[in-house]
């Protein structure tokens, strides 16, 4: 595999693009198709033709500004952005469009200071990942399809109306803002603001920018891109909620000023003060929750009564030293590929707690529902009794096997079968 492949990233010897990459990363992967049309057009000539090839995207274009700009400035036709030589066409990656628009592609790379995560950083994010190089290539296909809003800027604003009103509504956002561990979308509708945009929202004139006055409730974009800003990093404090963080740092303290401004559009700044403090409170009573379940794991394994054990379970090929000294792990703390797969249910059930149970309920306490933080609460606090009721169980099945002086000996079972098998195939 290695000779051939040519990935991208720390890992890019392991791994190797599909045809579709070309459209997701199309600076690291697009490579102008020879065997098309021959010749140099002006744009006039490519809409002519296009007319006929692809309508769809011709009709689409002359929706967009690009076909009529406001004042003065000249249309932007399929040869501004492609090129005009039909053998070397480009497909335009966020510098092609940062030519013209300086500002937002500006804002945009400025993300990269706040660290992970951000829009800027997601495609490294992704293929730097070491469970994206490690489980089969039909489960990781899928990735960039939402990690490449780093590498293409018609992620909110489809192609090839670049329609600036389509990326203020939420359903910009929640194509890949959705699914358990980022429930933005069920959050956002489940709350004051989601529900008003919901029965109203069809009925507002979305030409609006995003700025105080034009909108009665907040989008995504209206409090995550402050006034068009593109930049979605510069006032996240608990980030993707994955680790415990302490919100009240210097730097979080810039951040939640950042906050309070954009509520203060619409309420009383001590009312925006005492809801980010509530987010700040459930955070601490999930952590309580999360850090008892995973104490209770790690007696266990210092007891030897998790299975399969280190050395029984297929190490990630990545990993490949780890045949010889199996390493423990528990947890995000210890290496996150390492909490999916081929761990005793006990620790799968901790993951599910942590990812799902955990990461729901602080969307719900950010995105302000109540109901929804609720339920997500009274699930961590199940799944704790779960893990501590499980626990139990293997506790007195090690003392009943030790008194009988017997081991359960699963053999080989977890180092064979199609999955470990796909996986070693690599990607
Ligand atoms: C004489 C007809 C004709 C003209 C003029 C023409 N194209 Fe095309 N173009 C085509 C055809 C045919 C295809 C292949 C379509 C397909 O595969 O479905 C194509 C494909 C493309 C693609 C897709 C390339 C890819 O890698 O998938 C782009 C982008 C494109 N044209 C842009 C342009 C631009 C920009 C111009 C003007 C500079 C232009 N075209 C002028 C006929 C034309
Ligand atoms: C050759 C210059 C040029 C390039 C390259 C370019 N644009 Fe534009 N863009 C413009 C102009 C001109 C306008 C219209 C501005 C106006 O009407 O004031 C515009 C407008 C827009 C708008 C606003 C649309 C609205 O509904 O208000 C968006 C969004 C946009 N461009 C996105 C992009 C993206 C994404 C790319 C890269 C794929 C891109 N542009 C590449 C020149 C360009
Ligand atoms: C504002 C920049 C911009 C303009 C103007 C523009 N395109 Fe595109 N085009 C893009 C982007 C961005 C993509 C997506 C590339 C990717 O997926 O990485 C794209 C993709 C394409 C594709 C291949 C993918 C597909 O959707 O099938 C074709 C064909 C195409 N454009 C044709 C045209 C034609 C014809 C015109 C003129 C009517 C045009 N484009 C004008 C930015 C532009
Ligand atoms: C094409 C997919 C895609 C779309 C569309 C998208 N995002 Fe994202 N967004 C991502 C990914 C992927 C990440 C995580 C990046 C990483 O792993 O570093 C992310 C991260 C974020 C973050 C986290 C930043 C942080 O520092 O914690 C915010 C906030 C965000 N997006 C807001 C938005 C908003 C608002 C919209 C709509 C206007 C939107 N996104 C549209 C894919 C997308
Ligand atoms: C449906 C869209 C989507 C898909 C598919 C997706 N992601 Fe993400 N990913 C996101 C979003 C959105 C976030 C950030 C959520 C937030 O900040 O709340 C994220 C966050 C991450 C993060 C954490 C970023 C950080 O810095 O904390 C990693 C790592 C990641 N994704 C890797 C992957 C890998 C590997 C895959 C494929 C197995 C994948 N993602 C598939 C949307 C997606
Ligand atoms: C996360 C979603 C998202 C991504 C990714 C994104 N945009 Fe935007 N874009 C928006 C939103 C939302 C608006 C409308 C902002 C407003 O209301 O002022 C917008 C508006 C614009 C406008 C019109 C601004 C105006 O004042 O009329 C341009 C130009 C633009 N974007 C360019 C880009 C470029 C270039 C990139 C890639 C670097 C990009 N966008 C990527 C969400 C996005
Ligand atoms: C009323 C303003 C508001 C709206 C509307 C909103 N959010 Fe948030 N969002 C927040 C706040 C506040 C947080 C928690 C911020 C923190 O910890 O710093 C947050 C957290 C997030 C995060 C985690 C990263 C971060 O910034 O901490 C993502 C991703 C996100 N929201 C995406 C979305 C998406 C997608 C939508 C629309 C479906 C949306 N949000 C709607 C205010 C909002
Ligand atoms: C553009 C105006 C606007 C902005 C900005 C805004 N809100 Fe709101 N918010 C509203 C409106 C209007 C309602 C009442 C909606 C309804 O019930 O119809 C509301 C309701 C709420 C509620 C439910 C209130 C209750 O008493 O039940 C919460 C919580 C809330 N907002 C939090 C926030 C937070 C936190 C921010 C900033 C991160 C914020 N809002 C930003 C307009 C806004």
């Known amino acids: 595999m290695a000779d051939e492949a040519k990935g991208i990233g720390l890992y890019g010897d392991s791994w190797r693009p599909d045809p579709v990459h070309e459209y997701w990363d199309p600076g690291a992967y ?14 006039a000539e490519c809409v002519e033709c296009h007319q006929g090839v692809t309508p769809g995207i011709v009709n689409g274009w002359r929706q967009s500004r690009h076909a009529k700009p406001a004042g003065a400035a000249a249309p932007v036709a399929c040869d501004g952005c492609h090129g005009g030589d039909h053998q070397a066409l480009r497909f335009p990656t966020p510098a092609d469009c940062g030519a013209c628009h300086d500002r937002q592609h500006g804002q945009f790379l400025e993300e990269r200071r706040y660290g992970f ?26 990735c960039l399809q939402c990690h490449s809003v780093a590498t293409k800027c018609d992620s909110c604003h489809t192609r090839h109306a670049f329609s600036a009103a389509e990326a203020r509504r939420p359903e910009a956002c929640i194509t890949c803002h959705s699914g358990p561990p980022h429930p933005d979308d069920e959050t956002y509708f489940a709350s004051a603001h989601g529900r008003r945009y919901l029965a109203e929202g069809a009925g507002w004139d979305w030409s609006k920018p995003l700025v105080k006055g034009n909108y009665p409730v907040p989008t995504c974009a209206y409090c995550h891109m402050r006034e068009g800003r593109h930049q979605v990093a510069d006032k996240a404090i608990w980030k993707f909620g994955i680790r415990e963080v302490n919100p009240r740092t210097a730097e979080n303290n810039v951040k939640r000023r950042r906050w309070i401004a954009v509520c203060a559009d619409c309420h009383e700044p001590d009312q925006a003060k005492a809801w980010l403090a509530g ?11 999360l850090y008892e379940a995973e104490a209770i794991l790690r007696d266990l394994r210092g007891d030897d009564l998790l299975h399969p054990a280190p050395g029984a379970r297929p190490p990630y090929p990545l990993d490949w030293w780890e045949q010889y000294w199996p390493i423990a792990r528990i947890g995000f703390y210890e290496g ?8 005793s249910g006990i620790e799968r059930d901790y993951f599910e707690m942590w990812y799902f149970d955990g990461l729901g309920a602080y969307k719900a306490a950010a995105h302000g529902a109540p109901d929804a933080v609720r339920e997500g609460h009274d699930r961590l606090a199940r799944s704790l009794e779960r893990v501590r009721a499980e626990a139990a169980s293997l506790r007195a099945l090690g003392t009943a096997e030790r008194a009988a002086g017997v081991r359960a000996d699963p053999g080989p079972l977890w180092l064979r079968g199609p999955y470990t098998d796909l996986n070693r195939e690599r990607n």
């Open 30 to 43: 697009h490579r102008p198709e020879r065997e098309l049309v021959e010749g140099r057009f002006a744009g």
């Open 117 to 142: 995560p951000s829009h800027a950083l997601a495609m490294e994010r992704a293929v730097d990942a070491k469970h994206f190089v490690d489980k089969p290539k039909a489960e990781v296909a899928s």
């Open 279 to 289: 987010l700040d409170d459930e955070r601490k009573r999930a952590w309580a929750m």
């Open 336 to 343: 996150q590929a390492s909490a999916f797969y081929n761990v």
